[in-house]
């Protein structure tokens, strides 16, 4: 009985020895993957078909400046204007409401967009988006309440005017849509970009003042 004790003991060794080797074996090779893996990418770049990035370059800023801009992100609000005019001691003399349709659109313009030659890959540089277009418009019957005659059309287009301006300070200053903006403009170059180009560019993209 002993003795079979003593032969699986022997049998169990070597197969712990393996297992040992097999791990340490392991831990080697993802240590050297590790620490090569930079040459290793070098070395890769080297016997893979090269990118004319000067070329890439010299064809999509030709390209931008053909398309003049990008519209990245449209946005349309409806609601309901509000004006009023007050006197001293009488209160409120004349009031306007009507309904209306706001359309904004967000993006940049291609000519301010800054490319740069890395290393096996073209840095965009991205502007912050802007308003590109937007529109104002009156869309349904006009309540007027004027008594003393105050509300003339240069009075009503002051009104429109101003609405206008809030809605659009109501995008500018929301930093989520701006965000939201500069992440649609950046997805919309990367394919314009393979589109232009035909290749498979790395593309690394950076906002504008970082």
């Not at 791990?23 to 290793?40: C, E, G, Q, R, W």
């Not at 009031?95 to 940049?108: D, M, N, S």
């Not at 290393?119 to 912050?128: A, G």
């Not at 418009?137 to 105050?150: A, M, R």
Request: aromatic share 10%.
């Amino acid at each position: 009985m002993r003795e079979r004790e003593e032969t699986r003991e022997k049998r169990r060794a070597p197969r712990l020895v393996r297992r040992l080797g097999a791990i340490l074996t392991l831990a080697l090779a993802l240590t050297l993957a590790n620490v090569f893996s930079p040459y290793i990418k070098n070395w890769v770049y080297r016997l893979l078909p090269g990118i004319d990035y000067q070329s890439a370059v010299t064809q999509l800023t030709h390209e931008m400046e053909k398309a003049g801009e990008l519209i990245a992100v449209r946005y349309t609000d409806t609601g309901v204007m509000t004006g009023t005019r007050d006197a001293l001691w009488v209160g409120t003399v004349s009031k306007v409401t009507a309904p209306y349709l706001y359309e904004i659109g967000l993006g940049i313009k291609l000519e301010d967009v800054k490319l740069e030659i890395g290393e096996n890959e073209l840095i965009v540089i991205v502007p912050q988006p802007q308003v590109l277009y937007d529109q104002f418009q009156v869309t349904g019957d006009v309540q007027k309440n004027d008594f003393w005659g105050l509300l003339n059309e240069q009075r009503f287009q002051q009104i429109q005017n101003d609405q206008r301006d809030a809605c659009r300070q109501a995008y500018l200053g929301d930093p989520q849509c701006l965000e939201k903006a500069w992440d649609a403009s950046c997805e919309q170059l990367e394919a314009l970009f393979r589109q232009w180009t035909g290749e498979n560019l790395q593309l690394r993209f950076l906002r504008e003042g970082e």
